[in-house]
């Protein structure tokens, strides 16, 4: 047992260990993925894999950490882990990755030769081989379309990594040296966070440190039961839509939540979801579970720190065979449309059990790749990959915001002036489309345009976007927000897209533009002359 204030000062200076290893990564970052969409998280970790500490960038990362670290456990065993180890793992079916292009790098931590704690980092990597550029295909069928992907592997001892791992991983990527210039980023800061740690052991000690974090966690997960308690007991229930999974176009998937709420005890089940899809629409449990988990804490009205015990107080349940808890080997990049359906369910299912404030569906989150076959300066093929989102849904006390990224995605898009200098490429209009979020008494978020030109032949476009068909939802007798738009003018005549394309050609003085989807509106427009400023 530590006091109060001790555990406060453990807590904020493992929170600041973490950040630091966050801004060193960012700042390390070869690919604009990195440096610039931040498509990344660090956290600390227990000894027996528990998260300790996490800086939130991606909310959906802190389900995946203790998996991956878990899978190293149980593979290597902590008596077979030496100082100057680090590993590698991006296998969805057995590290719980989103996809395989999220690698995570775990640095093992020894206080007086015991291995006391971890140190690990998720981040997105430009190409890991697999049938298109960014390892990404929207058309996918398997995993192995999908790019390498490693169980985990010890690929660095005494702080070198392995000369054969690395010419592996060169052998699967076009675009080699960003990928392992990030994973070297990923390595400094996992031994940076580790050095830090070292510190605050030789400062406070390790047992009132430990004793800290399991008094945090236990803190953590008693707030948030009791929160839940007051909450009323039932169940009830919600369910998205999602256009389609790539592959089987124009077969909306749906997702079905039944929220059951008993005392201080909360589940969500899943059961009635969709079977597994063919496309790569597909998520592992891992990513359910720290969907749900924002959900909750979104829905506390207060901040609460985000460690193990955020997990620890919530139950799944997901049903094998079916879209959140396929079976291998299908496929699962495009998984990101899947999880804001995830949330947005959730958020309807408990809003109906809480005094929630309730919210209308945001643009979710989309992706373009471009892959520039042509040496560059004598450098190999180069990759492009932005993350984007659109408008956010409008809320029962506030208007949406344009171009703002919702539930689990917090990324940043890349700006034109690193797109123009970096990459054979023209942005002709970055614009704001007005008005087009979701009327209501609150509007949605306004959507907003980008339009490409080619400057060189032989350029290769994938997408990974959502809402292409099915808007998003607005509440409360407001308007549902616009669909996302993506179209390609060849010679100037222009041709409609589907929300996942792959390996589309773009040569020189093409274009291709994609309107994102604006947010869904809250409220009834006519409650606005009444003097309403809130929806019950």
């Known amino acids: 047992m530590v006091d109060s204030i001790t555990e406060e000062i ?22 604009t993925i990195i440096r610039e969409s931040h498509d990344a998280s660090c956290a600390i970790l227990t000894a027996g894999g528990d998260v300790a500490a996490q800086h939130i960038v991606l909310p959906l990362h802190l389900g995946v950490f203790p998996v991956s670290i878990k899978a190293v456990l149980e593979r290597y065993s902590s008596d077979n882990i030496r100082e100057g180890d680090a590993f590698l793992v991006n296998h969805p079916y057995i590290g719980g990755s989103p996809h395989a292009p999220d690698m995570c790098v775990i640095v093992p931590v020894f206080i007086k030769s015991e291995l006391a704690y971890f140190t690990a980092s998720i981040a997105h990597k430009s190409d890991i081989g697999g049938s298109v550029p960014g390892s990404c295909s929207g058309k996918a069928t398997d995993i192995y379309s999908e790019g390498i992907h490693f169980p985990p592997i010890r690929f660095v001892r005494n702080r070198e990594i392995s000369p054969e791992i690395e010419a592996l991983i060169r052998a699967n990527s076009r675009s080699a040296d960003l990928v392992m210039g990030d994973i070297r980023g990923q390595l400094g800061c996992g ?10 052991v030789e400062k406070y000690g390790k047992d009132t440190i430990d004793r800290a974090i399991s008094q945090r966690v236990a803190n953590v997960e008693r707030i948030i039961r009791k929160e839940i308690e007051q909450w009323s007991d039932g169940s ?15 077969h909306p998937i749906r997702i079905v939540v039944t929220v059951k709420k008993d005392g201080d005890q909360i589940v969500f089940d899943f059961s009635d979801s969709d079977d597994q ?9 891992s990513l359910v579970k720290a969907a749900c988990a924002y959900v909750v804490i979104s829905s506390l009205g207060k901040e609460i720190t985000v460690n193990q015990g955020v997990l620890n107080a919530i139950e799944i349940i997901t049903r094998p065979g079916s879209l959140l808890e396929p079976e291998l080997p299908a496929p699962m990049n495009t998984y990101n449309p899947t999880v804001h359906a995830v949330i947005n369910s959730g958020f309807d299912a408990l809003g109906q059990l809480t005094e929630m404030v309730q919210r209308a569906d945001g643009s979710d989150s989309r992706s373009l790749i471009f892959g520039f076959p042509k040496k560059r300066d004598e450098v ?10 659109g408008g956010s849904g409008a809320s029962s006390s506030n208007p949406g915001l344009t171009g703002c990224h919702v539930n689990q995605t917090n990324g940043r898009i890349t700006p034109i002036e690193i797109l123009e200098t970096e990459y054979p490429l ?7 489309l007005k008005n087009s979020g979701g009327r209501g008494l609150f509007s949605g978020g306004d959507a907003f345009r980008r339009v490409y030109q080619s400057l060189e032949d032989g350029i290769r476009l994938s997408i990974r976007s959502s809402r292409h068909q099915i808007p998003p939802r607005g509440v409360s007798g407001a308007q549902d927000g616009k669909p996302g738009k993506a179209t390609l003018y060849p010679d100037g005549e222009p041709k409609l897209l589907s929300s996942r394309e792959v390996n589309i050609p773009l040569n020189r003085g093409e274009s291709f533009a994609l309107d994102t989807p604006s947010g869904g509106g809250c409220g009834n427009l006519s409650e606005s002359s009444q003097g309403s400023t809130r929806v019950a």
């Not at 009830?236 to 124009?250: C, E, K």
């Not at 899809?277 to 449990?285: D, E, K, L, S, Y």
């Not at 190999?380 to 989102?389: D, G, L, N, Q, W």
């Open 426 to 432: 023209r942005i002709t209009e970055f614009s704001v």
């Open 10 to 31: 453990l807590n904020a200076s493992l929170a600041g260990v973490v950040k630091q290893m966050q801004e060193a990564l960012f700042r390390t970052g070869f690919s």
């Open 277 to 285: 899809a063919i496309g790569p629409a597909n998520i592992r449990p």
């Open 236 to 250: 009830a229930s919600g369910d998205r839509l999602l256009d389609d999974d790539g592959v089987r176009i124009g």
């Open 191 to 200: 031994w940076l966070g580790s050095d830090r740690i070292v510190e605050l």
């Open 380 to 389: 190999r093929p180069s990759i492009s990959y932005e993350i984007f989102a």
